[in-house]
């Protein structure tokens, strides 16, 4: 085991003195997915990203389901109902897709609300 360390250990101070980086240590976060390691596992969430979603929506007091979809209902193109901001719905969409990587339970019901990106009611 020391020797797969002292490896490790020439190939962090090659990189860092070849690139001129810094090692930082263990990862906590990247690219919005909170990563937690324990003895043989990598856990991945995104729990700060859906709590920081929630306050730019304002949702942040909306009571939670454990079904994201209400059974039943028809999503419609046309309809008398008034138009969405278009820009707020694009980025809620976009937020919500990019949850999709480690909430694979909402894939359909995001796939369903991305339908209407350009005309959302």
Known sequence: MSSKNSILQ??????VNEFEMSDLDEIQYFISMQLKKSSNRIFIAQTKYVEDLL????MK????VTTPK???CKLMKEDSTPLFDVTLYKSL???LIYLIATRPNIMFVVSLVAIFLHYPR
């Open 61 to 64: 007091d909306c009571t939670s």
């Open 93 to 95: 969409v976009g937020g």
């Open 10 to 15: 020439k190939i962090k101070i090659f990189i």
């Open 70 to 72: 209400i059974i039943g």
């Open 55 to 58: 306050v730019i929506f304002s």
